[in-house]
DNA sequence: TACTTTTGTATGTATATACATATAATTATA
DNA sequence: TATAATTATATGTATATACATACAAAAGTA
């Protein structure tokens, strides 16, 4: 649907403020979807965002600072995200040996086969995406790289 | 800069992964230029969507279901945003007589005011987007349109 | 070594999101 | 008309965002 549809405005001063607008309509609806997803297993998109990092330095440690800088949302906050991954047990923390300032922080065995039964859920969601051709989607995000400069 | 560059990772499953990641992530960059621009005026970026949909009414009200089906943000809260611009008397609300369940919410003068005053700031952060060209943006907007189904 | 600066993380506070539920007014139905 | 169903809005609660600030450890410098 278009979006002038979606929220019933009829014009745009022009191209790039339509683009801006749908852009944060659509990681809105995004969000949603994924969201409500996620919910059935217990986790926010945020918290599955961080597991994910988590998984990809696993067996290794990684520092908050270093998931704060992979994650999606830079302005969101890491420290906080690993305290509620914690009280599910999804991940461990310790403080770093080497560098006292810095915690290490590792996906458990309960995080790893928790993202193991998500994967499946993550291959349909973004299967539910091929409204648009693979090459159109290329496209879509090389021009959003070129978009922020 | 690339999404690989950006968030550190290598790869992604397929180019539907990359760009649901890319469209969330270029969102919340924008969120996040849009909001630091908009704290100098002392609102919110949903502050000043609501503000925008009350100006396309005026001189008419809207209620707050009106309000919410026009947010970019469909989950989010009218009535407590509506809270929000009451206390800095932006917006005034009152309980709609032909039907008592409503509210009629308008855009006071200094509502207007303000969106005048943000007009300006609000044509520099669109230009800012010029990285594209006006083709490209309207090709991105229409490929998004068409991503939703 | 003593002092300053920088770095890594945590925390306080205001705002917003996501969903469930509550309440009052209106509309539909028996 | 009494009752049930629906609609419009508000509110409670948990989570997350945005920014400032705090604090301890490490690194740099005199």
């Known amino acids: 649907m278009k979006l002038e549809d979606e929220i019933k405005q009829k014009q745009f001063a022009n191209n790039y403020h339509r683009l801006a607008l749908n852009i944060m309509f659509t990681s809105s609806w995004l969000e949603t979807i994924h ?7 217990g986790i926010t998109t945020q918290q599955y965002n961080v597991l994910r990092i988590l998984r990809g330095q696993s067996p290794n440690a990684a520092t908050v600072g270093l998931i704060q800088e992979r994650m999606l949302d830079k302005n969101s906050n890491a420290s ?11 991940v461990s ?20 086969d928790l993202l193991t039964e998500l994967d499946q859920f993550q291959t349909e969601w973004t299967n539910s995406l091929k409204t648009i051709s693979e ?11 070129k978009l922020r400069g």
Chains 1, 2 share one sequence.
Request: positive net charge; aromatic residues 2%; proline residues 2%.
């Open 35 to 41: 969201g409500r997803g996620l919910r059935k297993y």
């Open 80 to 90: 906080r995200l690993i305290d509620k991954l914690l009280l599910k047990k999804l």
């Open 93 to 112: 923390r310790k403080i770093c040996p080497e560098d006292r300032r810095q915690m290490d922080v590792k996906i458990t065995k309960k995080g790893l």
């Open 135 to 145: 090459a159109e989607a290329k496209l879509v995000s090389d021009l959003l790289d």
